[in-house]
C-alpha cells in the first residue's frame, strides 16, 4: 500500500489517503458497497412514505437505477435498470416505465457518456417496460410475482434492448458489417441476460413489494342515486 506523507502549514505529517492503489476488482468491491449502502438509504425512505406516492418512488428507483449503472460500469452490460424498467411497467404501466426509462438512460450517460445512442437507450428500456406492462397479467397473478416468466422476459429483454441500441452503429457501419457487429456483441448480450436473472432473483420480490404499496388507485366514482336503506 503506498501514501505519501504531506506536511502542513504547521509542521503536522498527515497521510493522503488519496494516493492509495487500488486494483480493479477492489474498485469493484467498493462500488458494490456503495450501492448496497444507497440501495439502503432508498428502502429507508420509502419506509416513511405515505401509501400511494407512486411518482416519489419512480424518483427513488431511477437514483437506483442511475446508481447502479454507474457503479456496475466495470462488468460489462450488467446493470439493474432492464428490471427495474420492467417491474415499473409491470406495476405502474407503460407511460411511467417510458418516463423512467428515458430518465434513466439521459442522467446516467451524463455521467458515462451522451451521444446518439443515449436515444436508442431511452427507446430500448422503453421497449422493455411497455412489454411489462402488456404482459403484467401474467407476470404478477393473484398479488405475487411469477419469477420464473419475469426471469425469462428479463433475459429475452436484455436481447432485446442490446438489439435496439446497436441500430446506432447503422448510423456508421454498412448494412453489410451490421450482421458481424451483432454476432460480435454476443457474449456480452449473454452477461446482459445473466446479469437481469440475477437481479431478477435479488430485487424482485422486495421491489415488487415496495411497488405494490405505492400503485395510485383510481379516485372512487361518485354515487349518483342515493343508496336506499332495507329495514
Given amino acids: ?11 503536522a505529517h498527515m497521510l493522503d489517503a ?5 486494483g480493479p476488482h477492489g474498485m469493484l468491491a467498493i462500488n458494490i458497497a456503495m450501492l448496497s449502502l444507497i440501495g439502503w438509504a432508498l428502502w ?17 428507483l431511477g437514483a437506483f437505477a442511475v446508481s447502479g449503472r454507474v457503479l456496475l460500469d466495470p462488468i460489462p452490460n450488467v446493470q439493474p435498470v432492464t428490471v427495474i424498467v420492467l417491474l415499473a411497467g409491470i406495476h405502474f ?15 446516467s450517460n451524463v455521467l458515462l457518456g451522451h451521444g446518439l445512442w443515449s436515444l436508442y437507450q431511452a427507446v430500448g428500456w422503453s421497449a422493455v417496460g411497455v412489454a411489462g406492462a402488456a404482459l403484467s397479467n401474467r407476470l404478477y397473478v393473484d398479488g405475487r410475482m411469477a419469477i420464473g416468466a419475469l426471469a425469462a422476459l428479463a433475459a429475452v ?9 446497436s441500430l446506432s452503429a ?7 458489417v451490421f450482421l458481424v457487429y451483432l454476432m460480435a456483441g454476443i457474449p456480452y448480450d449473454l452477461l446482459h441476460a445473466a446479469g437481469n436473472v440475477a437481479f431478477v432473483a ?8 415496495i411497488m405494490t404499496r405505492h400503485v395510485a388507485l383510481p379516485a372512487p366514482m361518485a354515487v349518483r342515486d342515493p343508496v336506499s336503506s332495507r329495514v
Fill in 170 to 176: 447503422l448510423h456508421s457501419l454498412s448494412s453489410e
Fill in 1 to 11: 500500500m503506498k501514501c505519501k506523507l504531506n506536511l502542513t502549514s504547521r509542521g
Fill in 44 to 60: 429507508r425512505a420509502e419506509q416513511k412514505m405515505s401509501s400511494g406516492s407512486d411518482l416519489i418512488l419512480l424518483i427513488l
Fill in 93 to 107: 404501466g407503460a407511460p411511467r416505465a417510458v418516463a423512467l426509462a428515458a430518465a434513466v438512460a439521459l442522467c
Fill in 18 to 22: 488519496h494516493a492509495v492503489a487500488i
Fill in 202 to 209: 435479488w430485487l424482485a420480490n422486495p421491489l415488487s413489494e
Fill in 157 to 165: 429483454s436484455a436481447f432485446a434492448f442490446d438489439w435496439i441500441v
